[in-house]
């Protein structure tokens, strides 16, 4: 064996289990033996005890622009917090950043991803230069860290693909340089039509280039804004069923609810992949409302009692639009928990699933994904007993292991607090499913 990790606790599965690894694969499961009763334990050159902690598959970022990261205060600070001075921004920003700066933001943000776990990403980048410097860096990106991180990247039209002359072509173009992606931003079209044109450019592109496609769709509170269920008739129409991602749809979050209720039957029936960003659209949808003030995110929980799949996004690391993040899919979810109404007691693995299974899935990364013997070695022991404690505490990545190679190690901050004349260490954590 290359490597064991013993005592992990996995998610649906009673005990301690061995995890073993032999060529990059797991080999392996087997109960981890604390009696000393049963088969001899197997050895390994490199052994992990994960003490009885979660191990999971590695987190999965479906959503991010890592072209625009680390860009907020570059020359500007988004003063108001609106979508539209973040717009601004990035229009000024873009016009002035290199190629290696684009490189080197995006490169220190996946040390933070791989740091905090996620292994898998999907970005979009922006494809309306003329120059197409951001699709040179990211491209390149993705080749450097390929044996750590698996980037695919969307061909992103932030500026809208009808809006000018040039950039229908760019984005072809993009698709012709590497993008693996079609995307597309229907409600940023001039027109409603202008919109349905976006949206069918886009599939037209998927299938000539045999990409898979992932719109920025209807991020709007405008409950009239309706290209998601364009989106969903393509998909039928096209047979390409389980390979189209809806990212944001906000304005779900305001359609008349007998609408709502007949466009999540369509989205089941188009096996639509849906990405909700807690971060940004927390702070940037319904700004126009005065009070009461909407929620600004797509209806996740009716989607998924319904069967349609729903993922979690990171979308923004410190950029025009948002001015935190660190690259933590823990975070968002627990964000999501709050705003998506996700605290019940049976929802909160759910959440765990928005950002891993149902993200590798949407990425058409579920058959090379998870715990099981065959699969690609790649996890991360929590250190978090399960999936609550984990996003509660927005908890640290151990051990990041990426094909039977350790990629990232923490370790964790150690509080000693003295109280009522005793010393004792605080660890925040509690017992095992919350308790
Ligand atoms: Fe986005």
């Known amino acids: ?5 013993r005592n992990a606790r996995l998610r649906g599965a009673e005990g301690l289990w061995d995890i073993e690894v032999e060529a990059g694969k797991i080999a392996a499961l087997a109960e981890s033996q604390t009696d000393g009763r049963k088969r001899p334990k197997a050895e390994a050159a490199n052994e992990i005890d994960a003490g009885g902690n979660l191990v999971s598959p590695p987190f999965v970022d479906p959503h991010v622009h890592l072209d625009a990261v680390f860009l907020d205060g570059r020359n500007t600070y988004n003063r108001s917090g609106t979508l539209l001075e973040g717009i601004k921004n990035w229009g000024t920003e873009k016009l002035t950043l290199t190629e290696e700066e684009i490189y080197q933001n995006a490169l220190r943000a996946v040390r933070w991803y791989v740091a905090n776990g996620t292994l898998k990403i999907r970005t979009h980048v922006d494809t309306t230069l003329e120059s197409l410097i951001n699709v040179r860096a990211l491209t390149k990106l993705r080749d450097d860290v390929k ?12 500026d809208g693909i009808f809006t000018a002359e040039p950039f229908a072509e760019l984005m072809e173009r993009s698709l012709k340089m590497g993008c693996d ?9 001039l027109t409603r039509e202008d919109g349905v044109k976006d949206v069918e450019y886009a599939f037209e592109l998927a299938e000539k280039y045999g990409c898979l496609v ?11 804004s309706r ?3 364009t989106m969903a008739r393509e998909t039928i129409r096209r047979g390409m069923q389980g390979r189209v991602t809806a990212s944001h749809t906000t304005a779900m979050h305001n359609y008349d609810n007998d609408y709502a209720f007949k466009l999540i039957g369509i989205l089941a029936r188009a096996d ?5 960003n807690p971060f940004d659209n927390s702070v940037l949808q319904n700004r126009n409302d005065g009070y009461p003030r909407r929620r600004g995110h797509t209806r996740a929980d009716e989607l998924l009692a319904r069967g349609v799949n729903v993922c979690i996004g990171h979308d923004s690391i410190m950029d025009p639009w948002y001015p935190m993040g660190k690259a933590s899919m823990l ?14 007691h049976d929802q909160i693995p759910v959440l765990f699933d928005m950002i891993t299974g149902n993200s590798a899935r949407a990425l058409r990364a579920q058959d090379s994904y998870g715990i099981g013997v065959g699969k690609p070695a790649d996890f991360v022991v929590l250190d978090a007993k399960d999936e609550y404690d984990a996003i509660r505490l927005e908890s640290e990545c151990l051990f ?3 094909g039977g190679r350790v990629v990232s190690r923490a370790e964790p901050a150690v509080r000693r607090v003295t109280l009522a004349g005793r010393e004792s260490a605080v660890t925040f954590k509690s017992g095992v499913n919350g308790r």
């Open 1 to 5: 064996m290359d490597m064991i990790v």
């Open 147 to 158: 044996d750590t991180v698996d980037i695919q990247i969307v061909a992103f039209p932030q």
């Open 181 to 189: 992606v079609v995307g597309g931003i229907p409600h940023n079209e």
């Open 214 to 224: 992932d719109i920025h769709c209807d991020e709007t509170g405008d409950a009239q």
């Open 227 to 229: 290209f998601v269920e």
């Open 272 to 276: 639509m992949q849906m990405v909700t």
């Open 331 to 344: 975070a968002a979810a627990n964000l999501f928990m709050h705003y998506g109404h996700f605290s019940g």
């Open 400 to 402: 990041v292991v990426r």
